[in-house]
């Protein structure tokens, strides 16, 4: 059972487009966080959400947290091939990482 | 600093045979937990260990088990291996506080015949 649902699950853009992905659930998280996976790779952690309305940004991420703490966003400005990858949201309960199906993008040079 | 090393990278096995993963976490880090990844199911939480003791576990057979060393390397195995267990084995490893970042190796894949 996936508690986080993300969206959409493949994104496929052109170098320099923008690309927005989604993390939605229906219960409350007290954080957040926003992985990358590339191929043959671990996932990374990019960024930690906490505060309800927040934004974060990283270089040419944006990352931000719904004001009741139950959806965040993650947009990527001018998208380079180097974006490529698999993104993740998990939040993290009881020492363990729950995460979404997460949102396949491929940015074509 | 060395990341997190696992090994073997690769391995094929056969329906019915048992596998034995490894992880040594980054110097220092007493916290180590398995993921398993599958294109079906995505990342599963399978356990997790602080020094020695398993603090959490995931919703998954007996089959799976693990543990932890006195220097925090940790080994996982699957026993009596199914077809669906064919998948990519993460371990992560962390200080050991409630929200404490995790690193991830590189994996081990796992391919049963």
């Known amino acids: 059972t996936q508690l986080l649902e993300q969206s959409p699950q493949f994104l496929s853009i052109q170098e320099g487009e923008n690309l927005t992905v989604y993390c939605n659930s229906s219960?409350?998280?007290?954080?957040l966080q926003w992985y990358r996976q590339e191929p043959g790779e671990g996932p990374v952690l990019l960024v930690t959400?906490?505060?309800?309305?927040e934004v974060k940004k990283l270089k040419r991420l944006t990352f931000q947290f719904g004001d009741a703490r139950k959806d965040s966003s993650l947009h990527i400005t001018a998208a380079q091939p180097g974006d490529t990858g698999l993104y993740l949201c998990?939040?993290?309960?009881?020492?363990?990482?729950?995460f979404g199906a997460g949102t396949t993008v491929t940015v074509r040079a | 600093k060395a990341g997190v090393t696992q090994t073997p990278r690769y391995l094929i096995k056969t329906r019915g045979q048992q596998v034995t993963l490894s992880c040594s976490p980054i110097?220092?880090?007493?916290?180590v937990s398995w993921y398993q990844q599958t294109p079906g199911q995505g990342l599963q939480f399978l356990f997790e260990?602080?020094?020695?003791?398993?603090?959490n576990k995931g919703n998954f057979p007996g089959r799976f088990s693990g543990r932890q060393f006195s220097n925090s390397r940790s080994e996982m195995n699957v026993s009596t291996l199914e077809l669906g267990d064919s998948a990519l084995y993460l371990c992560?490893?962390?200080?050991?506080?409630?929200?404490?970042?995790?690193?991830f190796g590189s994996g081990t894949q796992l391919s049963v015949l």
């Open positions: 110097s220092g880090h007493r916290s």
């Open positions: 998990a939040r993290s309960n009881d020492y363990k990482l729950s």
């Open positions: 992560a490893s962390s200080l050991g506080g409630a929200n404490e970042k995790l690193f």
């Open positions: 959400v906490v505060t309800g309305g």
């Open positions: 260990y602080f020094s020695e003791t398993q603090r």
């Open positions: 219960s409350v998280f007290s954080s």
